[in-house]
Every structure is written in C-alpha cells, then in structure tokens.
C-alpha cells in the first residue's frame, strides 16, 4: 500500500498567518491527492481534491498543489474557523490510504 | 440534497459480525460515476480506508482488512451495507461512509464530497 507521511503532526498559529502542510507519499501517486478538514465530533470536510482543484463552496485562502510524491495545502490567512486537523488522502492506487493528520491549533 | 446516514449497533462483543448500513438520499447508486465508500476512525486517531461499491457493482477493500469486509448495496432501498467479521477491541471506531465520484477518462480523480455523520461502534464484552 502507498503510504502518506504528513508534517508537521501539530501546528500552533494565529488568526492571519500562512499555514504549510505537507503530504508526502511513499510512491509516485501523480495528482490523485485529495484534502479533507475535520473539526471535533464532527465528519470530514472536503478542501482539494486532484491535487489542486478547488471543491465547490471552500473559501479561496485554501490551496493545493504538487505532484508525484510531495504535495501541500496552503491556508494563506488562518481564520478563526480554520482550527481543526487536516487530512490528505491517495486515491491512486488500492488501497486508498490517508495521511495521519495535520492539527491546526490557536497559538 | 445529497445526504447519507449510517445506522447500526453501538455495541458488539468480541468476536461477532458488524453490520453497518449507509441509506443514502438525493443520488441513486445506479448513477455513472458515483460510488458509496466506508472509513473508519478509532478515537483520537487517524482516518482508515475500509471499502467502496460502484454503480456497477464493482468493489474492492483495504489490504489489511478484506479477509473480515463484504460491501454490498440494496439500489431499491439506497443502501450500502458494510459487514466485519470477528470483531475486536481495536476495531472500536467511529464508521463513516461517503459519497465518491470521479472525473477523467482513462485516469480517474476521485473524491470524497459528501460524508454521512458517523456512526460509533464499541467492541467490548
């Protein structure tokens, strides 16, 4: 199976700054990269998916890119709402596997 | 609307079968391009890919657990049932299914767009 590797695990930030995460698989996996959002007790939410596009309705301070093994989501001005774990997942290859989640917290 | 929604036990004893139904509303699972998934999360920890079914009825499981999975799908009644055999402790979860859909011709990006709420699941004796 493709493994995901996310880094950092933990993010401390504030309202405003510029957040990185990073996904990186253990094999090639082109563009098949999705993002999910998830807040406490509550399902996941889907950001990017083929790597960089857009889902209908996520604000435009989230972005996505790369390809082949190494890919990021960019939140370019953390928002008050935008506290909560990140996920990456690879839809390349059975079996889909995720990353073990990125937590955005209030610094 | 697109909705799905996941019901079953909350708690089963080591060693019997789960059985999770997703009832899905505002799709058909005869549409092209749309599948139903399933993906577990045990608490404080990360996602896990259990399964998905295809419209047309095309299926496939995670590597780890395919020999305890069956995914199947009743397209009168809009449900997709998820069954796991010998359960255990640490098979303890929140269970989600999803709606997934795809673009591309010969290559195939899907995603995830639409996730029921969950459903927990405790094994214990």
């Known amino acids: 199976d493709i493994q995901l590797t996310q880094s950092p695990s933990f993010v401390s930030a504030s309202v405003g700054d510029r957040v990185t995460i990073t996904c990186r698989a253990s094999?090639?996996?082109?563009?098949?990269l999705a993002w999910y959002q998830q807040k406490p007790g509550k399902a996941p939410k889907l950001l990017i998916y083929?790597?960089?596009v857009l889902q209908s309705g996520v604000p435009s301070r989230f972005s996505g890119s790369g390809s082949g093994t190494e890919f990021t989501l960019t939140i370019s001005s953390l928002q008050p709402e935008d506290f909560a774990s990140y996920y990456c997942?690879?839809?390349?290859?059975?079996?889909?596997?995720f990353g073990q989640g990125t937590k955005v917290e209030i610094k | 609307q697109v909705t799905l929604k996941e019901s079953g036990p909350v708690l089963v004893k080591p060693t019997e079968t789960l059985t999770l139904t997703c009832t899905v509303s505002?799709?058909?699972?005869?549409?092209?391009?749309?599948?139903v998934t399933w993906i577990r999360q045990p608490p404080g920890k990360a996602l896990e890919w259990l399964a998905i079914?295809?419209?047309?009825?095309?299926?496939s499981y995670s590597t780890s657990l395919k020999t305890r999975l069956s995914i199947s799908k009743d397209t009168s009644k809009s449900q997709v049932v998820l069954s796991m055999t010998n359960m255990d402790p640490v098979d303890t979860a929140t269970y989600y299914c999803?709606?997934?859909?795809?673009?591309?011709?010969?290559?195939?990006?899907?995603?995830?767009?639409?996730w029921g709420e969950g459903t927990t699941v405790t094994v214990s004796s």
């Open positions: 505002g799709f058909s699972l005869n549409n092209d391009r749309m599948g």
């Open positions: 083929a790597a960089s």
């Open positions: 094999q090639g996996i082109t563009s098949y």
């Open positions: 999803a709606r997934v859909q795809w673009f591309g011709t010969y290559f195939f990006y899907y995603y995830l767009d639409v």
């Open positions: 997942q690879q839809v390349k290859s059975y079996s889909w596997t």
């Open positions: 079914i295809f419209s047309n009825d095309e299926k």
